[in-house]
């Protein structure tokens, strides 16, 4: 099975000579097909910056990320846009609906984007909204949903225009833990059912825990992987904790 | 330090002081110019009279700036705050860092000060040159010879630096209370205050916008219908044109929106579904500002357009109404009257040798009265009084008519005894004539019926004279068909003058000797001058010249202040809510939107803001000009074309240089991280 994403070694550094930060330090990792992957470690670790790097929102130092056989990191700035909008479905931890528009209107957006046939749009924004399961809201404004249901309709906006690979940035960041779990459980159900790339990143075990891969970041560097196989949620959510203990993670760095 | 920091922020939001630059700069260029009449007189060969218009029009546009100033005050202000609350976050930051404040508005006094000098400099430099450009318009104006050589009026560039010392002056001390009012904690977090949303019911904007349109419909047709009167109605146009413009604007937005939703192929194409509702959810902060300047707009193209088209119809006007170099007429009552003017040079003891030919115009009474007309004279110019209903149409004959026609340089025209030649030169009387000459056959006159002869007619005068045309409905008969001892109605006295007179004083004489003639007359107890009106043309030429030029510098000077402003209040509120609209363009980046896409939609923003008022504007000014252009005639035929193309194209500079500026600014601010 031919990857999806592909980081090659990667390095991103901030600031000048005398006062040189390596955000991410040559990181390499592979995502196949339809795999759900979690990336894990504390504030600070490079986790988001990694994330930016992938998403082409930010640009490495050197290395090389590919995506469907594409290196982002040899595109200009006109290709890195329409990259991102067919290639790419972003979730994000405060949402980022536009308080304007409709959740129909929101969802739709991401195809006129694209330019998408006004005539296919209905179709498109009727068929993922009944997978995340919010026809009932389509017609409201952001003010006047849940945070759980505003998260469902970002994620419906990430998956409407069929992404390669979809990045969540901490979805459940915003959600009490009621609808971040009706949340996973919804992104769970579209990797599995519907065969969905994502790649996601958090410091939550439990958010993490519906991850199938895990990999580890402090430091810039990757410090461990998990492999879920075929454990239960919740003996793996046990194999988090102990990572992140040994990693010093939240509770351990107090000595 | 402190300057050194002040000038560091000047550099660093260049171009954010970039409009409110331009704003100063151009509002003391034009300040400048509009006062330095002065220095024009200097290079022109200018008559006495002229140059008394001159010394008026100087007086009324001090007056003028005074109000200007205000106005400019205002706008200044305005655009100072825009600036001071892009730089919250900055202005927290010192006081974040214990600096007291007034050390920080000491800063921005510094900071106002210098953008204040700066504009200053810029300011009357292009001062300079605009009012060089307004010396040949003056020039033109007058018709007179430019000897040409750069002016500089130094009482124009006081009286601007006072008052704009005085406007800075304003600022600081209104920076400095804005200061001491905000609190840090607003200062800190002025980026991350959001503005509530309320989506408002679409079909109330739809009823409201049917209701706008029914009403500015209403408003129009009713101006229309009422033609010269209209202004005389205002208390009832203008609140509801003012009531149906903010309708307008209030529900516009909601109506686009629902219009184009119809439409689900042009709703959901690119943004346009994001910028539609972009417009309708920060309606209610703009349609006021934009009914204002909706309706200040229709002010300055008013004002320019009538500024432009005044000269113009005077100019033409005046052909018409000097076609003798001298002119004494009587209108004619009783019998205490001199009517009999065939040596009425002699009379006035007037020297033979300033005349150099003369000719006379008799107009008899006849036995249709005016009041025949009195419907459709009303549905022209409303009511008039019942003396002019009491008069009688004019007769003249043909021979001097004839005679008249010549000076004209038009060939003369001839009638036999069963016909008649009806005509007017009363511009606003001229439908009464057109309607006469198409629908009725014949005229009875001393009873006889006189077939109507003509179709078409010249508006020519009788004589020179000031008023607004000397025959008002007048019938040319063969010279027999007069009745011996018709009584006159009035006389005409045409004179042209030799090379040798003293033209421009011969009025004035005239007038000497009429005084002493009835001086005389009274103690003899003959007929004496009553009602008469004694005018050389060059009287006539350099008074309506004055009104014109006045009329011009008044409509020019307010009509490029009050574009200026509206230009400057939609570019500013534009910009303040760019920075609020920031976090959504930058959903649009991070979804994959194109730059291209994204700028275009800003574009199509904007345009709407700036165009829509400017467009309901120009259909008002269409139906305003209509009007007033209706007034416009009673000084002679307007010409409305070549107004509006001027006027057009001042409009396109200014509004358009602001569009593009705040284009370039609103892609700025969403560029900035």
Known sequence: ?255 | MYFKLAMQNVKKSFKDYMIYFLTLAFSICLFYSFNSFQAQQAVMDLSKGQADIIDSVMLIMKILSVFVAVVLGFLVIYANNFLIKRRKKELGLYTLLGMPKARISRILVYETFIVGLLSLAVGLLSGFFVSQLLTVITANLFEVKLHYAFIFSFDAMLLTVIAFALIFLVIMVFNTLILNRYKLIDLIHADQKHEMLKIKNIYVSIILFVLSVLILGYTYHYALTQGINALNHLEIIAPLGILGTILFFMSLAGFLLRFVQSSKSLYYRKLNMFVLRQINASVNSNFLSMSIVCIMLLFSIGALATGSNLNRTINNALLNTTPYDYTLSSYIVDETQLSDFSNIAELLQLNPETIKSESFVHEYQSDIKIKTYQKQIEALLGTANDTFYEQSLEVISLSEFNELRRQYELDPIALNDQECYVFTSVEMLKELIDEIITQEQELKLYGKSLKIQNTDYEMINLGTSAGTGTAALAVVVNDNVIPKNTPLSSVYWNVTLSERTDISNFQDDMTDKITAFNDTADANQQPRLNSYSSVTAEYVKENSKGLSVVMTYIGLYLGLIFLMASAVILALQQLSQASDNKQRYLILNKLGAEKRMVNQSIFFQLSIYFFIPLLLAIVHSVVGIQVVNSIVVAFGRSDLFMASLITGGIILLIYGAYFFITYAGYKNILAKK
């Open chain 1, 1 to 255: 099975m031919t990857p999806i994403l592909e980081v090659a070694n990667i390095e991103k550094y901030y600031g000048n000579k005398g006062n040189l930060t390596k955000a991410v330090d040559r990181v390499s990792f592979q995502v196949e097909t339809g795999e759900f992957i979690g990336i894990m470690g504390p504030s600070g670790s490079g986790k988001t910056t990694l994330l930016n790097c992938i998403a082409t929102i930010d640009t490495v130092t050197s290395g090389h990320i590919r995506i469907n056989n594409k290196d982002i990191t040899a595109l200009k700035k006109n290709s890195l846009s329409q990259f991102r909008r067919e290639e790419l479905g972003f979730i994000f931890q405060d949402f980022n609906l536009l308080d304007t528009l409709t959740a129909y209107e929101n969802i739709a957006l991401a195809l006129t984007i694209q330019k998408k046939k006004p005539s296919e749009i209905k179709q498109q924004v009727m068929s993922v909204a009944k997978k995340l399961d919010i026809v009932d809201v389509l017609q409201k404004y952001p003010y006047q949903m849940s945070g759980g249901q505003k998260q469902r309709v970002a994620s419906a906006r990430a998956l409407v225009t069929n992404p390669s690979l979809i990045l969540a940035d901490e979805p459940t960041g915003a959600l009490d833990s009621k609808s971040s779990r009706a949340l996973l459980d919804s992104i769970e159900r579209l990797n599995e059912e519907y065969q969905a790339t994502i790649l996601m990143v958090t410091h939550d075990a439990f958010t993490a825990s519906y991850a199938k891969r895990i990999l580890f970041i402090k430091d810039g560097r990757i410090f461990n992987e998990l492999i879920r196989g075929n454990d239960t949620r919740k003996a793996f959510f046990n194999r988090i904790i102990e990572v992140e203990t040994l990693l010093g993670g939240d509770s351990s760095n107090v000595l």
